[in-house]
């Protein structure tokens, strides 16, 4: 499989090359040159796959020769080595529980994925800038940071900077990027998401940087963690017990990469009824939707806040799924855009209905769907629960009045020391760090 830049302003490379770059040298993402179809019988039969022979018949046009058979079966029986159970809430509304990875999050599947690529990637030729050393530089909202924290650490000639912004995460995803030490340096920034965003930016457009360092990224744009994030829409298939009636699939969306990869699954022979994208308040897509004007925003702080973003990156992919053709996606995807008060609402009531416990995410998630099933009477849904609810217990708790029970994994992290280095949100300041 060959890669394009939606820029278009640099040359094709394979998935090795566009896995390593993150970003093409001319700042696009990269996009695959065909959308590949599954088989016929992986969607009509799919019961009888595991969920390892499932990923890696979804994910092998992608890698093509990049990877040999045997060491991608591995890499993606490691990717999805725990539960993704779909779990009925009502008689309408399933939970595909995304959660039960070691950081707790979705962002599992696609940092697993990306750090054994890239580790595959780095023995193969350790002969680049930087001396054999690859620095993996990230900017997170809240979720990437600790699941590529997890996914690499301890992983060979890899080491891995992190920018967070300071005190606009929870403290559990706080501790799960600060702890771990080693190869993982956590950099936290006197600003918003997207301030941590324009300094990651700045570095992959600093050819001075480029040509010392050997940076790669692995946010939500690099398609070895993009595309993995098909695997589980197709495991959510396998457990859809009314195969004649496709479900409608909600996604609480932040920076669209999650969607994006489930409207690909579909264009690649997944069915589903209808794609929604729910937003918190941070809402350019729905208002794109809504106007076919797209105007982004600077980010406002919501209970959701791994999706406080007012510039989604993965939106461009969207659109050239679709070929640029709004009223295409539109026969697709909608989008709603949902208030904190909601959310809050949403996570007490199905709680207290039907002893569920949600997210503020995947609460986000819920009602959006709600809201499309009220207009298509008759329909059935999914909605993605993206994080467990103790990621956020600070807002969860207060909510249901009660205590979140805490999992082993998370207990053990609370009592370690953070260690982070404090920085402004400057550019020059984290060149700096970088180099030294
Ligand atoms: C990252 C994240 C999202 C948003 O996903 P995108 O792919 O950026 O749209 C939603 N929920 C949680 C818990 C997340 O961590």
């Not at 060959?2 to 990269?30: C, H, M």
């Amino acid at each position: 499989m060959q890669y394009y830049s939606l820029n278009k302003q640099s040359p094709v490379v394979g998935f090795k090359e566009a896995t390593i770059r993150g970003q093409a040298p001319d700042k696009g993402l990269y996009f695959p040159e065909r959308i590949p179809a599954v088989d016929r019988d992986l969607i009509d039969d799919i019961e009888k796959y595991s969920n390892e022979e499932i990923a890696f018949r979804v994910i092998q046009p992608y890698v093509g020769d990049a990877i040999p058979a045997n060491e991608l079966l591995r890499i993606v029986a490691e990717t999805i080595n725990f539960d993704i159970p779909l779990v009925p809430v009502t008689d309408a509304i399933y939970s595909l529980e995304l959660f039960h990875g070691p950081t707790l999050a979705f962002k599992d599947v696609g940092a697993r994925f990306m750090s054994r690529c890239l580790g595959h990637f780095v023995q193969e030729d350790p002969a680049r800038p930087g001396n054999g050393k690859v620095i993996v530089l990230v900017a997170t909202s809240g979720d990437t940071g600790g699941a590529v924290a997890n996914g690499f650490y301890n992983v060979d000639g890899v080491e891995v900077v992190i920018l967070y912004p300071s005190g606009k995460v929870s403290s559990v995803q706080e501790k799960q990027l600060t702890t771990l030490g080693n190869n993982i340096h956590a950099l936290e920034i006197d600003g918003s998401f997207d301030d941590c965003q324009d300094m990651v930016k700045k570095a992959f457009a600093d050819s001075d940087l480029q040509q010392r360092l050997f940076l790669t990224s692995a946010n939500s744009i690099n398609v070895a963690r993009w595309l993995p994030q098909q695997f589980y829409y197709f495991l959510a298939w396998k457990q859809w017990k009314e195969k004649q009636q496709p479900p409608v699939i909600c996604v609480p969306s932040g920076n669209f990469g999650n969607i994006c990869a489930g409207m690909l699954a579909h264009l690649s022979g997944l069915p589903v009824q209808h794609f929604v994208a729910a937003c918190n308040a941070n809402n350019t897509v729905p208002e794109f939707l809504s106007t076919g004007h797209y105007q982004p925003k600077k980010a406002v702080a919501t209970l959701s806040n791994a999706m406080d973003v007012g510039h989604p990156s993965n939106f461009v992919r969207i659109l050239e799924l679709f070929h640029q053709q709004l009223g295409d996606l539109k026969k697709v995807l909608a989008s709603y855009s949902v208030t904190d008060e909601q959310t809050k609402d949403t996570l007490r009531e199905v709680y207290n209905n039907y002893k569920y416990l949600t997210d503020p995410h995947g609460a986000v998630g819920y009602y959006a769907l709600q809201q499309w099933l009220k207009a298509h009477p008759g329909q059935k849904g999914i909605f993605l629960e993206t994080a467990h609810p103790v990621k956020f217990y600070d807002v969860v708790e207060p909510v249901i009045n009660e205590k979140v029970p805490v999992p082993a994994a998370v207990e053990q992290i609370m009592d370690l020391p953070k260690q982070s280095t404090r920085m402004n949100a400057e550019y020059e300041q984290l060149k700096q760090y970088l180099l030294k």
